[in-house]
């Protein structure tokens, strides 16, 4: 009996201790990396409010205008009296999963965007900067040029909306903690060697990765690159 009520103590005495615990922990200042960046907070959310989202070129740099502003409380005023955020975007679209007759079995979507932060002024310099990724796609029908229009279309605004919740994240991180910069995403892009491509040479000749991880020599692949800088479009855009 005695030796039962010791093994229930052990195990009580540790459980009844975890919400001290956490009282002091959050009294020092301590907060979890999982927990939230800042955008609950209402002096976070009150510095946000006065961001102005500038002008991004091009119809998928209107869409991540428009979720942006969403994001940061839907700030939309002409003359900000606070901060302004210029971003710059591109999205390139590829066609993976080749069947035998060189139809695509899917589209997939990689977008990328780099945002800076500066503070209204008559010498406006950079507060923060940081960048965002997101990656989206659909299995296309063939043959239906409109449903495939429109499947586009809804995954460029996925994309957009991906991008724009990360970039306000990043913008939350700063005015939370005053980090200077937020690390730029860099895609892993490289080279391969292709055995079965030795140009009569007997050496494996050197291949391009693409930024979805693909070989960009694959049969059946292509890319269609969406960007906010005017005329940066190739067809998807417009």
Request: glycine content about 10%.
């Amino acid at each position: 009996m005695k030796i039962a009520k010791k093994i229930k103590y052990r195990f009580l005495i540790p459980l009844l201790a975890l919400p001290f615990l956490g009282l002091s922990q959050s009294a020092c200042g301590f907060h979890p990396l999982y927990g939230s960046t800042g955008k609950d907070d209402p002096d976070v959310q009150n510095e946000m409010q006065k961001v102005f989202v500038a002008n991004i070129p091009t119809r998928f740099g209107q869409e991540m205008r428009l979720a942006l502003q969403e994001e940061l409380s839907g700030s939309s005023s002409e003359d900000p009296q606070g901060y302004i955020v210029r971003v710059m975007g591109n999205m390139q679209t590829s066609a993976i999963g080749t069947h035998s007759d060189n139809t695509s079995g899917r589209s997939q979507m990689v977008g990328s965007a780099t945002w800076h932060l500066y503070r209204v002024g008559p010498d406006p310099k950079i507060l923060a900067s940081g960048s965002a990724s997101a990656l989206d796609g659909y299995d296309p029908t063939i043959d239906e040029v409109f449903a495939k229009n429109l499947d586009n279309q809804n995954v460029e605004a996925r994309v957009a909306r991906a991008l724009a919740a990360q970039m306000a994240q990043g913008i939350a991180v700063y005015f939370k903690s005053g980090a200077q910069s937020v690390a730029h995403h860099r895609w892993k892009t490289g080279k391969y060697l292709d055995p079965d491509d030795q140009e009569g040479t007997g050496v494996a000749t050197e291949g391009n990765i693409a930024p979805d991880g693909m070989p960009d020599s694959v049969l059946g692949y292509t890319s269609h690159d969406v960007s906010t800088e005017p005329g940066g479009s190739t067809g998807q855009d417009e």
